[in-house]
Each structure stands twice: as C-alpha cells, then as structure tokens.
T-cell receptor
C-alpha cells in the first residue's frame, strides 16, 4: 500500500528565505505527483504536477523535483513571503488506480 | 478561470439522517472524484467516477455512500445514514483526462459536514 510522508510537519521561516519541503513515497510505481496548497479551512489549490517521466517543474517562485527511483520529491520555494503561509500537501497518483494518495502536509509559516 | 464549486459550504445533520453533497465540476472535465479530510488527518480518497460509473473506490466508500451525476453538470455524494465518524470536510475534484499532462486534479472549496 502506498504511503506518503512529508517532513517537516511544520516550518517557520523569516520572510525572504529560500526553503525546501520534502515528500517521500514508499511505492515508486507512480504515475505523477501533485503539489497542493491548503489555506486553513479551505480547499486545495493545485501548484504543480510532475509526471513520472519528468525530473522537475517550475511555476514562478516554485520548483518541484521528482526522483522516482528513490521515492522522493521536493518543493523549493524561493524568496518566501508571508502570503506563502499555508499547508503544503504532496499527493501521488498511482498506476493501479486513478486516485491521489496524500501526505500529511507541511504547515509553513513565513514571518514578516 | 473555471473552478469546481460545492454546495453547501457547511452542513449539520443528526446521526442516521441522509445527506447529499453537491458539486459542479469544471465543464470540460471527464473524471470526477470525492475525497474527505477528517479534522487533523490526511486527505483520503473516497471514489472516482468516469463515463457515468464508478471507476475506483476506497474501503471507506461502503454501502452507505453513493455517487451520481444526475445531469450534465452536477456530481453528488450521498451518505444514506450518517454516523458521527462521517464528520469531515468533503472535497470534490475533477480532471480533464488521465494522461498527456491533463490529469491535474482541481479541487472544490469543500463541504464541512458535522454529524451530531
């Protein structure tokens, strides 16, 4: 059974810092990996999707990488801003089913 | 920009009652999903739906749950007899396809269900 883990569970950084969020998964037979942002009490906003054949994807200040063989993905946020404060979730889409399996998230606080 | 919408945003119900949660997926999307998130826990997959039938369901999605696409725009989740442990945020999602870079799942804002 696929397990997705995110470390750290919480992170607090000063504004302007570059940071890395980690995601690991136990079964490397994934179809794609998607990073989401979740604001408190709100829905999930898709940030980036990386297909299994890709190594990375970029969107603005966000860069997501994927190392499928080692079961890891990272989300790099450059020049963090207070508005980046949210919970960041990674989810994998496995070959066997068209469903996303989520990690527990990293709660990010960017202090002004 | 097109988005997934869900109604109601909040629902309070008594244990044993039936509830229907409604979703309007993005109009050109073909794949629809329901997920739930119990407070403080991970987002969990419930069911996926394509071509008017369930394509995948989790262990959570037992006989108390059903899904329907009653018309060309709505996608509903029905819980027949709610239990206390059904209290959660329920998210609807949709995707255009399952491949060729169009498999991104877009989520609605959720319905917070509280069972008393």
């Amino acid at each position: 059974k696929q397990e997705v883990t995110q470390i750290p569970a919480a992170l607090s950084v000063p504004e302007g810092e570059n940071l890395v969020l980690n995601c690991s998964f136990t079964d490397s037979a994934i179809y794609n990996l998607q990073w989401f942002r979740q604001d408190p009490g709100k829905g999930l906003t898709s940030l980036l999707l990386i297909q299994s054949s890709q190594r990375e994807q970029t969107s603005g200040r966000l860069n997501a990488s994927l190392d499928k063989s080692s079961g890891r993905s990272t989300l790099y946020i450059a020049a963090s801003q207070p508005g980046d404060s949210a919970t960041y979730l990674c989810a994998v889409f496995i070959n066997a089913g068209n469903m996303l399996t989520f990690g527990g998230g990293t709660r990010l606080m960017v202090k002004p | 920009e097109p988005e997934v919408t869900q109604t109601p945003s909040h629902q309070v119900t008594q244990m044993g009652q039936e509830v229907i949660l409604r979703c309007v997926p993005i109009s050109n999307h073909l794949y629809f999903y329901w997920y739930r998130q119990i407070l403080g826990q991970k987002v969990e997959f419930l069911v996926s739906f394509y071509n008017n039938e369930i394509s995948e369901k989790s262990e959570i999605f037992d006989d108390q749950f059903s899904v329907e696409r009653p018309d060309g725009s709505n996608f509903t989740l029905k819980i027949r007899s709610t239990k206390l442990e059904d209290s959660a945020m329920y998210f609807c999602a949709s995707s255009e396809s399952l491949n060729r870079g169009r498999e991104t799942q877009y989520f609605g804002p959720g319905t917070r269900l509280l069972v008393l």
